[in-house]
Each structure stands twice: as structure tokens, then as C-alpha cells.
């Protein structure tokens, strides 16, 4: 017991004069830039892993367990969580806001718009406003050619009034598929102000040339639910977006 006792003390009093203790060695698994919350900003990070050991005289002995990969800022040098890497970078967010622009224009084109000069100059011009300045209404009309041949591109088959209509378009399925695919993404990192901005933006395309048509009445519907906005708030903003200011 007594000897216990003296290992025990012998070795507080290593680490109370600093000579031993656990420490942690890393390891860079792979790096790239993330948005640092702590800088405010995108910044580079390395991702690392650790092990600790336990260390007497700067010569590691025993091993104390692993620490589980961290994101490591480089420049401010906190240590987040891996689901730091999820958020998106502040180039990143604001390419995904331009898509999503570019694509909602695209579908109220899609549902019955592109017919209308006026309609097809207010797409241009939302698409432009929201960073793609060398957009032209033969690039968004070329790209809509190429949705309207997708095999995709077909009538909703549950969807009567389409049915019983035959001189209505065709709900263009690949549109709303591209609709899922820009939109879904980007809806949990947008507060809901952000997410019902772009639902006005897409019914004042469909506006510029007059009331909604049906198609882009259903299209932007279909928005609105891309966006994880509920269909009371969707019903709201495209009736709020019909009354002059």
C-alpha cells in the first residue's frame, strides 16, 4: 500500500512540474475551405484526427483513446465539429442562389410563360439581377428546348384538368424534377424570409404579362413546396404578389 502510495505521488509530482501528462497528436486526413462561424467567413480547414497518449519525460507511453475528427480553422485555429463541413461555403451559398433563380425563371417558362414576350423579358432580367448578367433570352429559351426533349417532359397523369383540357400544355415533369434538385438543397440554409424571396420572384415572371395562367399557378405551387414553404404561406405570397402596391 505504502509503495501505491509513493507511485501515486510520484507521479502527481510529475505532472505537477509539468514532465508528464496526456497530450494528443494529429493527424491531417484532408483540408479544403468551409465557413468558419467563429471568423465569420470562408477560410481554409485541415480535417484531423487524434490520439492521445499518455507522456512522461517527452516520451509517449501509453495510449489514452482516440479523439474523433475534428475541422480545424486555419486561421483562427478552433476545432468544429464535422458537421461544420455541411454549410456551405459563402461562394458556394450564393452559386446555389443564382441556380435557384435561374431555375425557377426556367419553370414558370416552362408552365405556358415562354409565349409571352413580356414574360420571357422579366425572366431574363430576374436571371441577370441574380448574377448571371450575360444571360440572353436565346440561352434560357435553348435550355428550355432541351427540357421540353427530355422524356421527362410528359402530362402529370393524376392530374385531371390537364387531362380534360386538350388544348393545355404539357406539365413539364422535367422542370419540377429540376425544380427538386435546385431547390431542396438550399432550403435548409435559408431563413424563410430568404426562401419566400424567391417565391415572389418567380410569381412576378409569371405576372409581368397578367394574371397567372393555370400551369404557372401549379408550377409555382410546386415552388413553394421545394422551398418547405407551407401552402397556406404559398397561397398567401402569390396572392399578396397579384395586388398592386
Not at 465539429?81 to 455541411?86: C, E, K, N, S, V
Not at 442562389?97 to 409565349?115: F, K, N, P, T
Not at 431563413?191 to 409555382?220: F, I, K, N, T, W
Amino acid at each position: 500500500m505504502r509503495s501505491r502510495d509513493r507511485r501515486g505521488r510520484s507521479a502527481t509530482g510529475l505532472r505537477r512540474a509539468g514532465l508528464a501528462g496526456v497530450r494528443t497528436t494529429w493527424r491531417t486526413l484532408d483540408d479544403g475551405e468551409f465557413f468558419c462561424s467563429g471568423c465569420g467567413g470562408d477560410r481554409s480547414y485541415r480535417l484531423r484526427f487524434g490520439r492521445r497518449r499518455l507522456v512522461v519525460l517527452g516520451v509517449p507511453l501509453v495510449p489514452r483513446g482516440d479523439v474523433p475528427p475534428v475541422v480545424e480553422c486555419a486561421a483562427c485555429r478552433r476545432h468544429y465539429d464535422t458537421g461544420a463541413l455541411d454549410h456551405p461555403t459563402t461562394n458556394r451559398l450564393a452559386a446555389m442562389l443564382r441556380d435557384a433563380v435561374y431555375c425557377i425563371a426556367l419553370a414558370v417558362l416552362a408552365a405556358e410563360g415562354a409565349g409571352s414576350r413580356v414574360t420571357r423579358d422579366a425572366a431574363v432580367e430576374s436571371v441577370r439581377a441574380a448574377g448571371y448578367p450575360e444571360c440572353t433570352e436565346d440561352r434560357l429559351l435553348e435550355r428550355l428546348a432541351a427540357l421540353r426533349a427530355d422524356p421527362l417532359y410528359e402530362p402529370v397523369a393524376d392530374d385531371a384538368r390537364y387531362l380534360d383540357d386538350p388544348g393545355a400544355d404539357d406539365h413539364p415533369m422535367a422542370a419540377h424534377i429540376e425544380l427538386c434538385e435546385a431547390l431542396e438543397p438550399l432550403t435548409v440554409h435559408l431563413a424563410p424570409a430568404g426562401r419566400e424571396a424567391l417565391l415572389l420572384q418567380g410569381a412576378a415572371v409569371a405576372l409581368a404579362d397578367g394574371p397567372y395562367e393555370p400551369a404557372e399557378r401549379d408550377m409555382l405551387e410546386s415552388v413553394g413546396c421545394a422551398l418547405a414553404l407551407r401552402p397556406e404561406d404559398t397561397e398567401r405570397l402569390l396572392a399578396a404578389a397579384r395586388t398592386p402596391s
